[in-house]
């Protein structure tokens, strides 16, 4: 199925595609099949002057519309769901009408050929991250995740725990589809769920066990969504399943739901499954990293490969007790790990980077959201100030070296709307301080949000 949509995909769906998108941008310049410009349709509300590309389409994975002015953000973000309505409404018709309409039967094609000879651990994922590195900007620890994340779906049945693959970022645009994608090039039996009922989400986890990557989850219909929310929450554990009515006589099934699943878009995932999950925080990309086009990539040669080191390795992952790093103190998060380090521990030098990665994935911990690291760096930046002007306060943050502020706003530093916008929700607003009552914020306007959201004063 997934060959299939590919197929079309290339077939003319983009052609289509971005016919919509014209339809409802007006005018766009092309610059690639899937990239291009058009005037904002929010262009009245810019405060600065309009460059020709300051409004951008894109029109694979999941389309959307970014507009490089900060007001414009809300629209943009409504526009991006009405294309996307548009286009899987016309391409949902689309492939029923091109399967068969009764059966939701999947198709993952013939089984994969294992590789012709042994295949050595450090060089396979060598390859693996190498695809990851040459095609993505992320964080160096998360290459390392994802990669072992890559090569433990083809085995995932020999551990009694599945970690969920989370990504997030702070804006659209980060790659998320991106990242997606390149998975779904090169995991095992992929199955991207934008294409598929609920019902046969269920079927298809419980006959072949496919990785589900979930893309764009928060604009996925509710029936859905509903059915990936059970998926996740049931499906940690090798016992994982959920009950649902089948057939017309609505008799009782039970389906397993222990799979490995990948999943971006998601603010929301119950903390039982969020600690055990690996999350990969994307960060928007610098104008200066370039990454080679993605578009002929073919997976095969490392997917047999995959498939023949696991078959030469099942028996010894299967009793392997990875030692954790001491830094890496949580249960659930050592659950989440414990397959990934086993299957490095046999891949030479991989085995140190992965306990690295876990160390320094698990720090960004996955409770502390992006307005929380907000607040913590704005208590640092007025550790020896009672008032900030907004100038002081942006100029602080623009100064922390590896946080999110420098690059936070299309890869420009955070400015005083965004600031404003981020506190709002803690009910700070810039006002008037000090003698020549200038804009900028009172450290004691901040203490309540410190004392509720903040661990106890920490040493960063
Ligand atoms: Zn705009």
């Avoid at 397993?256 to 925080?281: C, E, N, Q, W, Y």
Wanted: glycine share 6%.
């Amino acid at each position: 199925m997934v060959d299939e949509l590919n197929k079309q995909l290339n077939d003319g769906l983009l052609e289509k595609r971005r016919e919509l998108a014209e339809n409802l941008l007006g005018a766009i310049e092309w610059e690639t099949d899937t990239t291009g410009y058009c005037e904002c349709p929010n262009i009245e509300s810019h405060s600065t002057a309009n460059g020709r590309r300051d409004c951008r389409v894109t029109v694979d994975g999941a389309p959307t519309i970014y507009c490089l002015h900060a007001h414009c953000q809300k629209r943009m973000e409504e526009l991006s769901q009405e294309l996307r309505k548009h286009i899987f409404a016309g391409e949902g018709r689309k492939r029923k009408r091109s399967e068969q309409p009764e059966s939701e039967d999947l198709d993952f094609g013939a089984p994969i050929e294992p590789w012709g000879e042994p295949v050595d651990g450090q060089e396979l994922l060598d390859d693996i991250i190498r695809v990851f590195s040459q095609h993505i900007v992320m964080p160096n620890f998360a290459y390392v995740a994802v990669g072992i994340w890559n090569l433990w779906t083809y085995g995932f049945e020999a551990f009694t725990v599945a970690p969920i693959l989370q990504i997030t970022s702070p804006e659209r645009q980060c790659g998320k589809s991106l990242l997606m994608e390149i998975l779904e090039a090169l995991v095992h039996r992929p199955l991207l769920v934008c294409g598929v009922s609920a019902a046969a989400l269920f079927r298809a986890i419980e006959a072949y066990r496919p990785t589900v990557l979930v893309d764009e989850f928060d604009s996925t219909d509710a029936e859905l969504k509903e059915a990936i929310r059970q998926v996740l929450n049931s499906g940690f554990k090798k016992t994982g399943k959920v009950l649902r009515c089948v057939g017309e006589n609505h008799n009782l099934k039970t389906f397993t739901t222990f799979a490995p699943k990948a999943i971006a878009g998601i603010g929301d995932l119950p903390d039982t499954v969020a600690s055990r999950s690996i999350r990969i925080a994307l960060s928007r990309k610098l104008q200066n990293e370039t990454v080679e086009s993605f578009r002929h990539f073919d997976g095969t040669e490392i997917r047999r490969k995959c498939v023949r080191w696991w078959k030469d390795n099942l028996d010894k992952l299967k009793n392997a007790r990875p030692d954790f790093p001491v830094e890496l103190k949580g249960d659930r998060e050592r659950d989440g790990w414990e397959p990934l380090l086993a299957i490095a521990d046999l891949c030479g030098d991989w085995g140190g980077y992965a306990r690295q990665a876990a160390v320094a994935l698990s720090k960004t911990d996955s409770t502390e959201s992006l307005s929380a690291a907000l607040l913590r760096d704005i208590r640092s930046a007025f550790r020896f100030d009672e008032q900030l002007t907004t100038e002081e306060l942006l100029a602080r943050l623009h100064g922390i070296v590896e946080s999110p502020w420098p690059t936070l706003c299309d890869g420009k530093p955070i400015h005083a709307h965004r600031l404003a916008k981020m506190l709002a929700r803690y009910a700070i607003a810039p006002g008037n301080i000090g003698a020549k009552r200038r804009k900028g914020y009172s450290a004691e306007w901040f203490e309540d949000a410190f004392s509720r959201y903040l661990p106890t004063e920490d040493q960063t």
